[in-house]
């Protein structure tokens, strides 16, 4: 997957434009990816590659109450932190 800019600079933000008869919906697996390298671009390093986190520092993700309560959060937290 190349043609996106940092999350910081507007999640998945395109860099080529694209013409919509090229456009086509992403499968599953290429969203995966994406899902993947966000991660591991802007989550990795506080909340670890495993979503443990660090103790005392960074909360983990796996099994996160905050998150298990309402599985929108972390979509919000994703697209607005």
Known sequence: ?????????GLFKP???????????LTKAE??????????ST???CHQADGKGIEKAFPPLVKSDYFAA???????VITMA
């Open 70 to 76: 309402n599985p929108e959060k972390i979509i919000q």
């Open 31 to 40: 969203k995966l990816e994406m899902g993947k390298a966000l991660y591991a």
């Open 43 to 45: 989550c990795q390093a």
């Open 15 to 25: 860099c080529l434009q694209l013409d919509a008869e090229d456009a086509k919906p």
């Open 1 to 9: 997957m190349t043609g996106f800019t940092s999350p910081k600079e």
